[in-house]
C-alpha cells in the first residue's frame, strides 16, 4: 500500500470567535508515513491589535506582525501546499483551525482528521487532550507550545503516533468497526481500513489480562466470613505504633515525616466507635492527614474482624486518591491484604452483553461510531469497565452510554453476572473467556468481598432510597466531606425533570422498524404498540402547548432575571392562588388522564412480552427492557406532576415544589424536593448503624456543632475537634479594608474593582477572587480585564471555559487572576506559589428568595441566626480553606463585604477561622501590605496578640 501524503497544519489567532478574531500565525507540515516532506510557516497581519493574554500565551507581539502579509496575500500559497496529493488535513481541535481559515475563505476540499478527537478515542485515560499534555505524556518534541508551526508538527507526530496505535489493534477491532460503519463518511474509518491492513494481530484478550482477573477473583474469595455477635477490638497503642516517629508510616514516607498529635487523636477516636460502636462527628483541620488517620483504624478493624467499613466522599476526587494513593500507602504499611474496592452506580459499567445487542445487525451513526470506537479500544485493557475511564464529556455520547450500560431492568445476575458462552458468530470475540458479560457485577462482587468499600455520597443515599438494595450490607459508616452530605441527600430525594427531556421520551416511544418486524406476525401485541405510538403522539402535543403557558406564567414573575436572561425560580405557593392557576389545574388534568391510560397501555403489552419470554433472547430483552423503563418512567412522572401541580396543603407541607426556567428561557424544569432530610437520614441511615463517623475539614459555626447536627438528624453523636497543625497566624493575612463601602451603597463595585486590580498587580497575579453571583462576576471581569491585561495579569473568568481548563491555566505559572463562583468555593488545590491572595467578594448567603432556602427558613423562629448565618459561616470557612494547602503556604485573605465588621453578626465569620495576623486598614494601604506580607517582612505586632480582630467599628 502507497504512503499517504498528509498535511498537518495549526492556527494562532486573536481570540476563539471567528466571527470576531483573527490569524496571527499559520504553520503547516507536509509528511507521510514518518517522513516530514515540507514545512510552511507564515506571520499574518490580524488588522487589529493583539490581546495581551495571546501575546503571553504565543510570544507573538503586535510588532512582530505588523509587516506580514494579510490572509488574502498568504492564500494562494497556502493552497498550493495542500494540494491534489494530499489525502487528509490534519490538526489539533481541527474544527477551529478549518473553521478560521473558511471564514476567510480558505477551503482545501479534502478530509479533515482531528488528532484531539483522535487521541480521545484512540488514547483513553490521558490526563488531558491538549496538545502540550500528549506531547509531554507521549515523549513528543514540542520547542515551542502554541507557535504554529511547531504546533503543526506535533500534531504531525501525534497523528504518527495514533496510526501506528490503531495499526496494533486487533483485527476483530477493526472489522467490527468497519462492518458497523457501512457506507458512513466518518473521517477515521480510512485510517481503520488502511490499519486492518497493516494488522497481524488475531487476539482481542491478552492472556496476562484474564490471568490478572482470575488472581483478583481468587484474592476476592478468600475475606474470612464476618463475624457474628463478638468484636475484637484492636489495641489502641496498634495505632500509636503505625504513627510514632519510627513507626511503618515514618519509615514509608521518609525524612520528612513528623508525627501529627491530631491525626493520632483522630486515629484513636475513630477505633473506639469501632471497637465499642458509636456515633462521632469529628472537624480535622487542612494538613491533619484525616485520609490515613480514618483509613488506618478502619483498616485494621476490618481485618481483625472481618467486616466491611464503607466510606462515602462526596467528590470523585477524593474517591481516586483513596483508591490509588491512600490504600496502597496503607498496604504497604501494615504489611496485610486489605481488599479495598470502589463502588459506583450501576450506569458507570459497561453491559458487553446490551452493547453487543446495540450493534447487532445495523449500520451505525458517526456519532454512534466515535462512542463504539472509544469502546471497543479501551475494552480489552479495562478491569473495571467504569464510564469514566473513557473521559466522556460530549453529553450526546454519554446519552447513547444509557442504551449500553448495565441496566437493572434487564442486566439480572442470572442474565449478566457469571461468564456465559457467548457462540461463534462475528461478534462472538466480544465476551472475554471467564469473565461475566456485565462489568457491574464484578465490581459488586470486589465489593462484597472488600474490607474497605469506597463510594460517593450519592450511592450512599440511592442505598437509603431504595431501601438497601444497592450496597451490600454494612454495619460501619464513613463519610468524609460531611459538610456536603445535606446537599447530596437533598439532590438524591428531589424529584426533578425538563420539559425538553420528557417531550424526548415521549416522541421516541414510536416503534422503530426492528421492533415492528418482530411484532408483525402477533396482530394483538403490534396493536397495543400502535396504540401506544398514537397515545404517546397526543400527550406531547398536549404537554408542549401546557409547557409554554407555564412559561408564560413564570416569566411574568421573573421581572428583573428575565429582563437580565437570568434563570428564574418561581415557588409554585406564589402562582396556585392566581386565578390563572385553576386553568392550568385543568389542563394538566386532561394531560395525566392520558398519562395513566398511556401507562396502561404500557404495562399490558409488558406483560405479554414476559409471557412470550422476550428476555431469553437478547434483541428482544433490550425491546422489553426499554419498555419496562419507559413504563416507570411515566408512571413515576405522573405521580410526582400530580403531586406538583394538583398536591393538597398536607402533602405539600414536607415538599417545596417549584419551577426552574433557563436563562434563555426556553427549557422549563418541574422540581420537588423535600423541605427537610434530617428524620430520613437519622432513622435510616444513623440509627441502624453500629459506628458512623462523620468528617471533614469545615463542619463548626461559630456555635460548635449544632447547626449541622440539626440539619442532618445527627444530633446525639459525640463531637471532635482536631486543629490544623498549620501556622495561621504567621502565615496568612487576614486585610478588612476599612473605607469599603457595603454591598447595597454606591462605590461598592468600584471598590472591588480596585482592590481586585491592586493586588493582582502586587502579587504578580496569584490571585483567586470568589464571587456569590455570576452576573456580578462577568460584569467584574469586564471591568477589570483592560487594567490588568496593562499590568501583564491574564484575566481568567468562571464560565468562559471548563473549571478544569481553567485551574490548568491558572497553575500553568503564568500572572493571572482567576475569578469564580459555585464550585470554585470548595474542592480545588493550589498550594504553594500557585495561590499568594484569596479575594471573598460578598459574604455566601444563600439566595434568600431560593424556594428550598425559603421553605427551609420558614421552619426556624429567627430563620436569619439560626439558618441563614451558619450555612453562611460554613460556606465562608470552605472558601478561606482555599488559600493555605500546604504547611509552607503563604497568603492574604481579602474580605471586601463590609458587613463583618459593621454589622454585629459580622464576628460570627471572622471567629469561625483559624487565628490569623489581622490588618484593619484603608484600602489604598493594600497594596503595600500584600508585597510587605508576601515579601515576608517583619510585622510589629502587639503584646498578646492571638490573631482576631479585636475592633470593629
Known amino acids: 500500500m502507497a504512503e499517504r501524503i498528509y498535511v498537518a497544519l495549526d492556527l494562532e489567532t486573536t481570540g476563539l470567535d471567528s466571527s470576531r478574531d483573527a490569524i496571527i500565525e499559520i504553520g503547516a507540515v507536509r509528511f507521510h508515513g514518518d517522513t516530514v516532506l515540507d514545512r510552511f510557516a507564515t506571520f499574518v497581519h490580524p488588522q487589529r491589535p493583539i490581546p495581551l493574554r495571546v501575546q503571553q500565551i504565543t510570544a507573538i507581539t503586535d510588532r512582530d506582525v505588523a509587516d506580514a502579509p494579510t490572509i488574502d ?116 474509518l480510512l485510517l481503520m481500513r488502511d490499519a486492518l491492513a497493516l494488522s497481524t494481530v488475531d487476539s482481542v484478550w491478552p492472556g496476562t489480562h484474564l490471568a490478572q482477573s482470575a488472581e483478583e477473583s481468587a484474592e476476592e474469595i478468600a475475606l474470612p466470613a464476618p463475624v457474628a455477635g463478638h468484636v475484637t477490638a484492636v489495641p489502641r497503642a496498634t495505632v500509636d505504633r503505625a504513627f510514632a516517629a519510627d513507626g511503618p508510616l515514618a519509615q514509608l514516607m521518609g525524612d520528612g515525616y513528623e508525627v501529627r498529635l491530631g491525626q493520632v487523636e483522630m486515629a484513636q477516636t475513630v477505633l473506639q466507635a469501632l471497637n465499642l460502636g458509636g456515633h462521632h462527628i469529628i472537624e480535622a483541620g487542612t494538613g491533619t492527614g484525616k485520609s490515613m488517620a480514618y483509613l488506618l483504624p478502619a483498616a485494621l478493624w476490618a481485618l481483625a474482624n472481618g467486616q466491611r467499613v464503607v466510606i462515602a466522599t462526596d467528590t470523585i476526587t477524593l474517591q481516586e486518591q483513596l483508591i490509588e494513593q491512600e490504600i496502597p500507602r496503607l498496604a504497604a504499611m501494615t504489611g496485610a491484604t486489605v481488599q479495598a474496592a470502589l463502588l459506583k452506580g450501576r450506569s458507570h459499567y459497561l453491559c458487553l452483553r446490551r452493547l453487543r445487542a446495540w450493534i447487532s445487525g445495523r449500520s451505525l451513526s458517526q456519532l454512534e461510531l466515535r462512542l463504539l470506537t472509544r469502546i471497543l479500544i479501551w475494552l480489552p485493557h479495562t478491569r473495571t469497565g467504569d464510564l469514566s475511564e473513557l473521559s466522556i464529556y460530549d453529553n450526546q455520547e454519554r446519552a447513547l452510554w444509557q442504551s449500553i450500560c448495565s441496566d437493572s431492568q434487564s442486566c439480572t445476575e442470572e442474565r449478566c453476572g457469571s461468564p456465559t458462552s457467548a457462540g461463534n458468530d462475528a461478534l462472538s470475540w466480544l465476551q472475554p473467556p471467564g469473565m461475566a458479560p456485565d462489568f457491574y457485577w464484578t465490581a459488586r462482587r470486589r465489593a462484597q468481598n472488600a474490607h474497605l468499600l469506597v463510594i460517593n455520597h450519592a450511592l450512599l443515599l440511592a442505598d437509603l432510597q431504595n431501601k438497601g438494595r444497592v450496597l451490600p450490607e454494612y454495619n460501619h459508616l464513613i463519610v468524609d466531606e460531611a459538610h456536603r452530605l445535606e446537599h447530596a441527600a437533598t439532590e438524591q430525594f428531589t424529584f426533578r425533570i425538563e420539559s425538553k427531556r420528557l417531550e424526548l421520551h ?22 397495543l404498540a400502535q396504540q401506544i405510538t398514537q397515545q404517546a403522539q397526543r400527550i406531547s402535543t398536549s404537554l408542549r402547548s401546557f409547557v409554554a403557558s407555564l412559561i408564560r406564567i413564570v416569566k411574568r414573575h421573573g421581572g428583573e432575571e428575565e429582563q437580565t436572561g437570568q434563570e428564574i425560580s418561581v415557588d409554585l405557593d406564589l402562582l396556585r392562588p392566581q386565578p390563572r392557576w385553576s386553568q392550568v389545574e385543568i389542563e394538566w388534568d386532561n394531560i395525566s388522564t392520558a398519562l395513566r391510560r398511556l401507562t396502561r397501555l404500557l404495562a399490558e403489552l409488558v406483560g405479554q412480552l414476559e409471557s412470550a419470554r422476550w428476555w431469553q433472547a437478547d434483541v428482544q430483552a433490550q ?51 423535600p423541605v427537610h432530610i434530617s428524620e430520613v437520614l437519622e432513622s435510616g441511615l444513623f440509627r441502624s448503624r453500629r459506628a458512623v463517623i462523620l468528617t471533614g475539614a469545615t463542619l463548626r459555626t461559630d456555635e460548635g456543632f449544632d447547626f449541622i447536627q440539626e440539619r442532618l438528624g445527627f444530633l446525639h453523636a459525640q463531637t471532635r475537634t482536631v486543629e490544623s497543625p498549620f501556622d495561621y497566624r504567621s502565615n496568612v493575612l487576614l486585610y478588612l479594608p476599612s473605607d469599603m463601602p457595603a454591598p447595597d451603597r454606591g462605590g461598592y463595585q468600584s471598590a472591588v474593582e480596585r482592590a481586585i486590580v491592586e493586588t493582582a498587580r502586587a502579587a504578580d497575579g496569584r490571585t483567586l477572587v470568589l464571587f456569590t453571583s455570576h452576573a456580578h462576576l462577568r460584569a467584574t471581569a469586564d471591568a477589570v480585564r483592560s487594567p490588568l491585561d496593562q499590568a501583564g495579569v491574564t484575566v481568567l473568568e468562571h464560565g468562559s471555559s471548563g473549571r478544569g481548563q481553567l485551574l490548568r491555566e491558572f497553575r500553568s505559572g503564568r500572572k493571572a487572576v482567576l475569578l469564580g463562583t459555585g464550585t470554585f468555593w470548595e474542592g480545588i488545590d493550589l498550594p504553594g506559589e500557585m495561590l499568594s491572595c484569596l479575594l471573598i467578594v460578598r459574604l455566601p448567603f444563600a439566595v434568600p428568595t431560593d424556594p428550598l432556602v425559603k421553605a427551609r427558613s420558614q421552619a426556624y423562629d429567627n430563620p436569619f441566626n439560626d439558618y441563614t448565618l451558619p450555612d453562611a459561616v460554613l460556606r465562608f470557612r470552605q472558601g478561606f480553606g482555599r488559600l493555605i494547602r500546604r504547611a509552607d503556604d503563604r497568603g492574604l485573605v481579602v474580605l471586601l463585604d463590609s458587613r463583618i465588621w459593621q454589622r454585629p453578626y459580622g464576628s460570627a465569620f471572622v471567629d469561625a477561622l483559624p487565628p490569623c495576623t489581622v490588618r484593619h486598614a484603608p484600602l489604598m494601604n493594600l497594596s503595600e501590605n500584600v508585597g510587605q506580607w508576601l515579601n515576608n517582612r517583619p510585622w510589629s505586632l502587639p503584646d498578646g496578640y492571638d490573631g482576631r480582630p479585636k475592633i470593629f467599628s
Open 506 to 527: 415521549l416522541r421516541r416511544l414510536p416503534l422503530n422498524e426492528e421492533t415492528l418486524a418482530l411484532l408483525a406476525d402477533q396482530p394483538q401485541r403490534l396493536r
Open 623 to 673: 425491546i422489553l427492557a426499554d419498555f419496562q423503563r419507559s413504563y416507570a418512567y411515566l408512571a413515576e412522572i405522573d405521580q410526582q406532576l400530580e403531586l406538583l401541580i394538583m398536591g393538597t396543603a398536607n402533602q405539600r407541607r414536607d415538599t417545596i415544589s417549584w419551577l426552574e426556567l433557563n436563562a434563555e428561557g426556553k427549557v422549563l424544569t418541574f422540581c420537588l424536593a
Open 73 to 188: 496575500a498568504i492564500a494562494p500559497e497556502l493552497l498550493a501546499f495542500v494540494d491534489g496529493n494530499v489525502h487528509a488535513v490534519v490538526a489539533h481541535n481541527a474544527p477551529f483551525d478549518l473553521g478560521f481559515l473558511q471564514r476567510a475563505g480558505i477551503h482545501f476540499h479534502h478530509p479533515a482528521l482531528d488528532t484531539h478527537e483522535l487521541s480521545s478515542i484512540v488514547l483513553p485515560g490521558m490526563s488531558s487532550y491538549s496538545l502540550g499534555e500528549l506531547c509531554r505524556q507521549l515523549k513528543i518534541t514540542l520547542p515551542n507550545a502554541h507557535r504554529a508551526l511547531d504546533d503543526a508538527e506535533a500534531a504531525a507526530r501525534l497523528f504518527m503516533y495514533i496510526q501506528g496505535v490503531l495499526a496494533r489493534l486487533p483485527r476483530p477491532i477493526l472489522r467490527t468497526l468497519i462492518d458497523c460503519a457501512g457506507d458512513s463518511l466518518w473521517g477515521p
